[in-house]
T-cell receptor, first 114, second 112 residues
Framework: NAGVMQNPRHLVRRRGQEARLRCSPMKGHSHVYWYRQLPEEGLKFMVYLQKENIIDESGMPKERFSAEFPKEGPSILRIQQVVRGDSAAYFC????????????FGAGTRLSVL | TQLLEQSPQFLSIQEGENLTVYCNSSSVFSSLQWYRQEPGEGPVLLVTVVTGGEVKKLKRLTFQFGDARKDSSLHITAAQPGDTGLYLCAGDGETSGSRLTFGEGTQLTVNP
């Protein structure tokens, strides 16, 4: 079975541009989580989604960041008007259900803002 | 806010030595997961512990969940260079929904 797939693996953007990060969960998983890992820091929760629903976005910055998980297709984390401080590794995880909350992670997208 | 403190932050040992990594919190967790992360990659799940006092073994790795479900430890016996990596503990809090709270990690280096 394919694991959690994230693309692109590396993304370079200039300040003010938009970044779109994609995540396809493991087969059979309908719960997706996004985490951010800043340099020299641990992973921090951003948002938890189910198909077509945002369940918990308490870790998302209030501005410029949004996430979706449409009925068809991958989950998308969108960062508008990127700034240098957005440079980080963004990881997606998926789990089969809320009750069985064992999260499997993708390889991440490393965003560099110039 | 739930916090997980890992110790030590860095550990450099010789091949064949034993080591223990600790993960402590003042909060109770429904479950606790241990991951290992290589540079440039995502965390890879090693084990999940759910029951207070639970002990799980994975070859040379032994994981323990505290009786009160607030702390956990990872013990590696006869470490090998292939064990080198960043070890992360992550808790699924009783009051935090489904999101995981991560410790800062323990960077382990095993020298041949």
């Amino acid at each position: 079975n394919a694991g959690v797939m994230q693309n692109p693996r590396h993304l370079v953007r200039r300040r003010g541009q938009e970044a779109r990060l994609r995540c396809s969960p493991m087969k059979g998983h309908s719960h997706v989580y996004w985490y951010r890992q800043l340099p020299e820091e641990g992973l921090k929760f951003m948002v938890y989604l189910q198909k077509e629903n945002i369940i918990d976005e308490s870790g998302m910055p209030k501005e410029r960041f949004s996430a979706e998980f449409p009925k068809e297709g991958p989950s998308i984390l969108r960062i508008q008007q990127v700034v240098r401080g957005d440079s980080a590794a963004y990881f997606c995880a998926s789990s089969p259900s809320r009750a069985e909350n064992i999260q499997y992670f993708g390889a991440g997208t490393r965003l560099s803002v110039l | 806010t739930q916090l997980l403190e890992q110790s030590p932050q860095f550990l450099s040992i010789q091949e064949g030595e034993n080591l223990t990594v600790y993960c402590n919190s003042s909060s109770v967790f429904s479950s606790l997961q241990w991951y290992r992360q290589e540079p440039g990659e995502g965390p890879v799940l090693l084990v999940t512990v759910v029951t207070g006092g639970e002990v799980k073994k994975l070859k040379r790795l032994t994981f323990q969940f505290g009786d009160a479900r607030k702390d956990s430890s990872l013990h590696i016996t006869a470490a090998q260079p292939g064990d080198t990596g960043l070890y992360l503990c992550a808790g699924d809090g009783e009051t935090s929904g489904s999101r995981l709270t991560f410790g800062e990690g323990t960077q382990l280096t095993v020298n041949p």
